[in-house]
C-alpha cells in the first residue's frame, strides 16, 4: 500500500476537561484494542450516566510507552464543569484537566490497517522535517471521531 501525504496543522488545542479511566497493558500481549474499548465503553456510559453528552463527544485516548512497548492507554471522554466523581464510582475513574497548547495535529480516517504506519511516520518524517521538539511534559493525545482521528 503506497503511503498518502501526511495531513497536518500546527493548532492550538484548548485544554479538555474530561472523565478518565486507565487501562493497564504493560502484563498484557497481543492486541489491546477491544480491552481498550471496553474501557472506552465503561467511560462513556459513567458520562452517559451524568451528563448525557458521550454520545456527541470525540473521545481522547492517550498511550504511555516506554522501550517501544505500550504501558497503558487512559481512556477520556469530555465532560462539562459540574460533573464530580463520588466515592462509590468505578475503581480508578477520575475527572481531570488535560492540558492544552499547541501541537502537530495530524487527521487521519479511522481505518485500522493505516493508522500506526501513519502515526509512526508523523514522528519519524514529519516532525524532524518541519524541526519540531516534541514535548515530553504534555501528553500526545489520540482524538477519535466519528470517522477520522486527530
Excluded at 15 to 34: C, E, I, K, P
Excluded at 60 to 76: F, L, R
Excluded at 110 to 125: D, S
Aim: proline share 6%; hydrophobic share 35%; aromatic share 6%.
Amino acid at each position: 500500500m503506497e503511503d498518502l501525504p501526511l495531513d497536518v496543522a500546527i493548532l492550538e488545542i484548548p485544554g479538555w476537561r474530561v472523565a478518565s479511566l486507565t487501562h493497564q497493558t504493560s502484563q498484557m500481549s497481543g492486541s489491546f484494542d477491544h480491552a481498550i474499548r471496553d474501557t472506552f465503553d465503561q467511560v462513556k456510559a459513567w458520562v452517559h450516566k451524568h451528563s448525557g453528552l458521550a454520545d456527541v463527544a470525540p473521545v481522547i485516548g492517550i498511550a504511555t510507552v516506554q522501550d517501544g512497548k505500550m504501558q497503558s492507554y487512559e481512556c477520556c471522554v469530555p465532560v462539562s464543569e459540574d460533573v464530580r466523581v463520588s466515592a462509590n464510582e468505578p475503581a480508578g475513574l477520575t475527572v481531570k484537566t488535560l492540558p492544552g497548547g499547541k501541537y502537530a495535529v495530524l487527521r487521519i480516517e479511522k481505518r485500522p490497517e493505516v493508522i500506526g504506519r501513519t502515526i509512526q511516520r508523523l514522528f519519524t518524517e514529519y516532525v524532524p522535517a518541519a524541526n519540531l521538539q516534541i514535548d515530553s511534559s504534555r501528553p500526545t493525545y489520540e482524538i477519535y471521531r466519528e470517522t477520522t482521528m486527530e
